[in-house]
């Protein structure tokens, strides 16, 4: 499959984030979740395109955009860069589609960024407590330990790390387009920082005002998330007005690999202008 481009260039704070925008039409922006990148969408951005114009990109210190020692790229960050971002592509009330951490990203942007969109689709997104696996907490504790294992141990971290996120066993090239970004010296130090910056406080200071949101929201989940159960999906559903619960059945949290299918009919159903 042919990798998203990203050949444009954004300068957040001195450090640079990458994107791409494709298509024509009302304004559409992905944002992929940890530990993925805006890849996740290759599959989807193309067919998105036919009828939106859309905007990806990779969070800072993720996949192609600038990973640095003693980097902020905690969700307190995330979510300014998705506000920046949004001003500096001109969007005003764009279509959001948010999987895993973008969905704190997209929702932080929202309600303490004064970020509004015109529709918000979260998939799978971590939004309420509790969240963070046994691995993630203890990386949390022995960052620099984890960062400065030999490589060959981090390397086989990775695959099975990322490979718990899907339902269906990763093909060899798409495990590889995920754990690319995250190996040598650089890599594997920004794939613990960015479980070390992952802290419940995040979701716990917005959680109470998502009834603040105004827009049409749909929530997708997978119906196997070993990552973040089901569970926390009909919970979110209860705080959010007039939105929707799509399960994706046969689907673990990567629902983007095991079911894209499934989440292009979910679009279909949901945006305006779409079918």
């Known amino acids: 499959m042919t990798p998203l481009p990203l050949q444009k260039r954004y300068t957040f704070e001195g450090q640079q984030v990458r994107y791409g925008v494709l298509g024509q039409g009302a304004p559409m922006v992905l944002v992929h979740g940890t530990p993925f990148s805006s ?19 990779d969070l800072l210190g993720y996949g192609q955009s600038e990973m640095r020692a003693g980097q902020d790229v905690s969700p307190a960050v995330q979510n300014r860069v998705l506000a920046a971002l949004l001003e500096h592509w001109g969007l005003h009330r764009p279509h959001m589609v948010a999987h895993g951490f973008g969905g704190a990203t997209a929702l932080r942007a929202y309600l303490l960024g004064g970020c509004r969109y015109a529709t918000l689709s979260l998939i799978d997104p971590v939004a309420l407590a509790p969240w963070g696996s046994p691995f993630v907490q203890h990386v949390r504790q022995y960052e620099q330990a984890f960062a400065q294992l030999p490589g060959y141990i981090h390397e086989a971290i990775l695959p099975a790390y990322i490979g718990g996120a899907a339902h269906r066993p990763l093909r060899q090239a798409d495990m590889q387009m995920h754990t690319g970004p995250w190996t040598g010296d650089v890599g594997q130090a920004a794939f613990y920082r960015q479980i070390a910056h992952m802290d419940r ?17 749909q ?31 046969q689907a673990g949290h990567l629902v983007l690999e095991d079911a894209p299918e ?14």
């Open 39 to 57: 890849q996740v969408w290759r599959r989807l951005a193309p067919l998105l395109a036919q009828h939106y114009r859309v905007y990806y990109f």
């Open 201 to 217: 406080r995040y979701t716990d200071e917005v959680e109470h005002r998502y009834g603040e949101i105004d827009c049409p929201v």
């Open 219 to 249: 929530v997708i989940w997978g119906e196997q998330d070993q990552w973040l159960p089901i569970e926390r999906g009909e919970a979110l559903l209860a705080r959010i007005a007039h939105a929707r619960l799509v399960r994706v059945p």
């Open 262 to 275: 499934a989440i292009m009919a979910a679009l279909w159903g949901f945006l305006p202008g779409a079918a």
